[in-house]
């Protein structure tokens, strides 16, 4: 386990060495991995600092205001509006690398467009250790490793807890004092919903999996897992009222694990899954039906893309 009592004020002063006089925009999305990333870079270089959320479209339920609400201390946040870039830039493409090479391309742009405006020459990132063995390994590029562009405009990416597990960022995240909401936080995937759409990523199919990760979330709280979700895999029959329907299928993901590398589906009893299910295909009518994933990691990963 990481020594918070070493790792924070040498992690601070790494930031400050450097970014020195210069100014730099961290990259917030709202899980403890940039949260952390941003608390140690404020700490270290406070004005400097410009945190900049990128609202794109593909977040989970109440994530802008959720943003909003944790980090009003850092006055010179900036909420940036890129849905509409975010699905443009989506349209039509359905291989799942070539959606995190988009993704992590139209994020960098958007921090370049904004560190123009701070006047900053760093960008400040929450990538963790797994990120990284993922991303070098080809088993999938993170948005924030492998799916950056070749060239970037940056004099330097600053990456203050790149060698940490996820487990070791919650210990600093409770260090720091950050609130529980932020260090106990389930992971979300940084290309976000797009990664629980398989194939073409559209609004009908990003509000379904939007308002079922979040029925999901709910109802799993007391199981405590590493990571929840519900993702949209395809369409099949069903029957609605009186009515034949072909709609979506939206398949339920929970996983224990300690780093995220491996993971075990959790066994959720019967009850819980059927009000999983009665929620997701009651309150959405173009949802046919709901399954379970039990499948470990390995083979699987625990996000579908």
């Not at 004020?9 to 990259?27: S, T």
């Not at 991995?33 to 870079?41: I, P, R, T, W």
């Not at 850092?74 to 909420?79: C, F, G, V």
């Not at 992590?104 to 990120?131: N, S």
């Amino acid at each position: 386990m990481v020594d918070t009592e070493t790792f924070v004020p040498d992690a601070v002063a790494e930031i400050e060495d450097e970014i020195g006089d210069a100014h730099a925009v961290i990259a917030l999305s709202g899980g403890v991995d940039s949260s952390v990333a941003a608390a140690l870079a404020y700490e270290s270089i406070g004005d400097q600092l410009t945190p900049v959320y990128v609202d794109t479209g593909l977040m989970r339920k109440g994530e802008t205001e959720q943003i909003r609400e944790t980090f009003d201390y850092m006055e010179s946040l900036r909420i940036v509006d890129a849905k509409d870039r975010f699905l443009e830039a989506l349209a039509g493409v359905t291989d799942p690398e070539e959606k995190r090479e988009i993704i992590g391309e139209q994020f960098i742009r958007e921090f370049e467009r904004e560190a123009k405006d701070a006047d900053a020459d760093y960008l400040v990132q929450g990538t963790i250790y797994p990120d990284r063995i993922e991303s070098e390994g080809g088993i999938k590029s993170h948005h924030n490793v492998g799916g950056l562009p070749e060239v970037v405009d940056f004099e330097g990416i600053v990456e203050p807890v790149r060698d940490l597990y996820k487990d070791e960022v919650r210990e600093v995240a409770r260090h720091l004092g950050l609130d529980e909401i932020v260090a106990e936080r389930m992971p979300f995937p940084g290309p976000g919903l797009a990664v629980r759409v398989i194939g073409e990523v559209t609004e009908e199919k990003l509000e379904v999996a939007r308002h079922a990760c979040h029925v999901v979330e709910e109802e799993l709280e007391e199981y405590e897992p590493w990571q929840a979700l519900a993702a949209v895999i395809g369409k099949a029959t069903g029957v609605k009222g009186d009515n034949r329907v072909h709609g979506w299928v939206v398949s339920v993901r929970s996983v224990e694990s300690r780093d995220g590398m491996t993971a075990r589906a959790q066994e959720i009893d019967w009850d819980t899954l059927q009000r999983i299910q009665s929620r997701i295909t009651g309150q959405n009518d173009n949802v046919a039906r709901v399954v379970y994933d039990v499948t470990h990691k390995p083979p699987a990963t625990i996000e579908y893309e």
